[in-house]
Every structure is written in structure tokens, then in C-alpha cells.
């Protein structure tokens, strides 16, 4: 089968399309190349451009009339720039968005896998969130996380749109093939930094925020291999109306699904993993939260299992690992 993928140049976005080609289907990409990058496009249908832009998506469809359904990645993703450019957050996730989906409804394509996030929970005494915990987003990005979520329930209700919002953890590794893994020059995200320091592209690894009510101070997060991530992509994309029947309610139209392993791992243990499987210590420091930081929380995931009949299956050692072998060999692959 055949599948849009917004975002298909990102990170998740081309994990899911190798997820979807080991699997004998046929991703198709739109992706501005903002952030994205033109090396994971290479021998797959890629269309160069802006998910709201209507014409760009009327051509897609008019040559793949076969697409079943969209998995929605693209997305800016970073918390601390989402605090100084709410401007740009909101308009390239929740205004962009707004025109992806009512394109999508007017060109016959109703059925989407949204990419949300668990940045919109709120922080429960003991971190578990499940998907009817409180949510409280507290950053810009989390904000439009939560609003496009509204948006697509939205247009489910009134559209006949039909979409799965599936709210990911905190997503680590790479491709477990070297296809594809985090892009960006200067990661922001934790394990990247861990592997940059590492590979000695900084000096010291900051554990950012000690003073949170965790068991050690520091932040709590259900880190999940970014392939454990795509396969669920590819069950929820692949089996749509199964996931839908499995929710035993004929009248759904749109569902939330929690991504992650079940565990807490907090950054600390993060890094005492890390420093196990890399062999040697690191250089580290503790300093204050970052802009929008949160103490973090992790997932019951028993929905996922019930609804999409999946689970994670690669513990955070493989995470790292594959992180570490990517970090060595991303520069050979991309051009910075």
C-alpha cells in the first residue's frame, strides 16, 4: 500500500518510511527541506514542498490516486526555541496543519496518523500518565501539539475525518540499518547530546535541572527506540480500520495512543546506561532547567498493545548503541 508521509526528511518521518519499505509498502513524502534533509529522500517518491500548500498536494494525490492514508510528522520540534519564536511554532504547526487537514478532506483522503507528543501531560505524583491523565501543556511547541490534536478531533467530528493521534515518548536511536537517525548539526535532545560529547563535539554533557521531585533530582523520561516508534506508525497506518474496530466504539472517529516502553529512566540513569555501553565516562555537569523544561513523565502502554497490537521490543542499551554508531558515521551521510 501506498502512504503520505508530511515530514518524511525528519528524523521519525524517514525511520517510519524504512519502517514502511521493510514491510513492502510505498511511503510518499512531502517535505519542505526546512529542517529536513534530502539525503534520507533518495529512491523514494519525494515532493518538495509546504503542507499547506494546496497545489503541491492536489499534484500528489492526482499522481498517487492510491494513497490509503497520512501519517502527519512534520512538525518544528524544538522546546527551548519554541519559548523565543512562538511566532514561527504556531504558524508552521497549527496554522499549516489547519490547511493539511482540510486538503486532505477535500482531495478524499480522510484517514491520518497524527505525530503528538506526551510534552502535553501534565506532571502526576508518581510520572504514569495514561491518555485520559490530566494534560497541561506548558511550552509553545507543547501548546501547538495540543492544539493541532483539538484541530484533528475536530475535523473528525465534523469532516468525517478519521484520525489517530499517537503521542510519542521520548524517541532515541537511529535506524537500526544506518539509514537514517538524528539530522541536525547541533542535537537538542539529550541522547544527542550525550553521543556529541562523546565524540568529543563538545566539551562537557549538561543534566539540565537537578532539583526536580524525581528519585534523583533529575528529569524523568520513557525514552523508546525511534524503530520501536516506527513500527507502531506502521501498524497504525496499516491496519486503520482495525485499530478503530479494536476500540469497540462504532461511533469513534478519532483515538489517542500513548508510544512508550512503560519505564521511567531518569536523565542520571541515562547516563550511567550511556557510560556502560560507551565504556568510558564522560564530562558532566549539572546546571538549571532549560526554557520550558518539565519534570517528565512515562507511560502506562497497555492501549497501545490492545489497539495497535504493539509493544516496544529494543531496550535503551540498543537505543544508545545505535546512537553512538550513528553519531560516528552521520557526517560520511549528511553535509553540514
Known amino acids: ?11 521519525i518521518g524517514s525511520t517510519i518510511c524504512s519502517a514502511l519499505e521493510d ?20 529512491n523514494r517518491i519525494f515532493y518538495k514542498a509546504d503542507i499547506a500548500d494546496r497545489s503541491a498536494l492536489e499534484t500528489i494525490f492526482r499522481e498517487h490516486p492510491d494513497i490509503k492514508a497520512t501519517v502527519h ?14 511566532y514561527e511554532y504556531y504558524t508552521d504547526n497549527v496554522a499549516k496543519s489547519l490547511e493539511l487537514f482540510k ?15 506526551a510534552s ?15 494534560l497541561k501543556p506548558t511550552s509553545p511547541y507543547a501548546r501547538t501539539k495540543y492544539m493541532m490534536e483539538m484541530i484533528l478531533k475536530d475535523f473528525c467530528t465534523a469532516y468525517g475525518m478519521k484520525g489517530i493521534a499517537l503521542r510519542y515518548f521520548n ?17 537538542s535532545h539529550v541522547l544527542g547530546k550525550l553521543v556529541d560529547t562523546a565524540l568529543g563535539k563538545q566539551s562537557t554533557f549538561d543534566i539540565t535541572g537537578v532539583d526536580w521531585p524525581t528519585r534523583d533530582g533529575s528529569g ?6 525511534v524503530w520501536d516508534l516506527a513500527r507502531a506508525h506502521v501498524n497504525a497506518i496499516t491496519d486503520f480500520d482495525g485499530v478503530f474496530e479494536r476500540a469497540g466504539n462504532p461511533d469513534d472517529n478519532y483515538l489517542v495512543i500513548n508510544l512508550g516502553t512503560g519505564n521511567g529512566v531518569t536523565v542520571k ?3 550511567a546506561a550511556f557510560e556502560k555501553v560507551y565504556g568510558k565516562t564522560i564530562h558532566k555537569r549539572e546546571t538549571g532547567p532549560r526554557p520550558g523544561d518539565v519534570a517528565g513523565s512515562y507511560t502506562n502502554a497497555d492501549k497501545a498493545w490492545r489497539l495497535l497490537k504493539w509493544k516496544t521490543e529494543l531496550p535503551i542499551e540498543k537505543g544508545i548503541e545505535d546512537a553512538l554508531r550513528w553519531g560516528e558515521i552521520r557526517e560520511t551521510i549528511l553535509k553540514f
Not at 23 to 42: A, K, W
Not at 103 to 110: K, R, W
Not at 171 to 187: E, F, L, Q, T, Y
Not at 220 to 225: G, K
Open 1 to 11: 500500500m501506498k502512504f503520505l508521509i508530511t515530514g518524511g526528511a525528519g528524523y
Open 23 to 42: 514491510n513492502g509498502h510505498t511511503p510518499v513524502i512531502l517535505d519542505s527541506l526546512i529542517t529536513g534533509r534530502e539525503e534520507f529522500t533518495r
Open 73 to 86: 510528522c512534520a512538525a518544528l520540534i524544538v522546546v527551548p526555541e519554541s519559548v523565543s519564536q512562538p
Open 103 to 117: 486538503s486532505l478532506v477535500d482531495l478524499g483522503c480522510p484517514k491520518l496518523v497524527f505525530s503528538s507528543s
Open 120 to 134: 502535553i501531560y501534565d506532571v502526576v505524583p508518581n510520572f504514569m500518565v495514561n491518555e485520559e491523565s490530566p
Open 171 to 187: 524517541p532515541i536511536g537511529a535506524d537500526p540499518k544506518m539509514r537514517s537517525g538524528i539530522h541536525v548539526k547541533n542535537p
Open 220 to 225: 524523568i523520561r520513557d525514552y523508546i527506540h
Open 269 to 271: 540513569e541515562l547516563v
